[in-house]
Nanobody, 122 residues
């Protein structure tokens, strides 16, 4: 079984910074992409940032220039550095892994972490 474990959420004042980390564990052979999504109360889950194993990166429009995603393919980890945080960044942040291939399975699957709360006070 594959598990994604997130860490690094918390409470921060507007203008501050936080770093989120996510580690995937299990009998993983490869992962096509890892990324971060967020969901605020009453809103749909949205893409924050995503990085492929080849290094292609996509950011959500609202975080461009403020957030930076990084990954380590060998360790199956992804991190999100969030700078210049705003109250509207408050949400539960979820780590997601796409195209996860494990030993004994011929197809890739997607997995989600349990989520970590980020709260930005004004």
């Amino acid at each position: 079984q594959v598990q994604l474990v997130e860490s690094g959420g918390g409470l921060v004042q507007a203008g501050g910074s936080l770093r989120l980390s996510c580690a995937a564990s299990g009998s993983i052979v490869s992962i096509n992409a890892m990324g971060w999504y967020r969901q605020a109360p009453g809103k749909q889950r949205e893409l924050v940032a995503r990085v492929t194993s080849g290094g292609s990166i996509v950011y959500g429009d609202s975080v461009k220039g403020r957030f930076t995603i990084s990954s380590d393919n060998a360790k199956n980890t992804v991190a999100l550095l969030m700078n210049s945080l705003k109250p509207e960044d408050t949400a539960v942040y979820y780590c997601k892994a796409d195209g996860v291939f494990v030993s004994g399975r011929w197809y890739g699957a997607e997995y989600w972490g349990q989520g970590t709360q980020v709260t930005v006070s004004s």
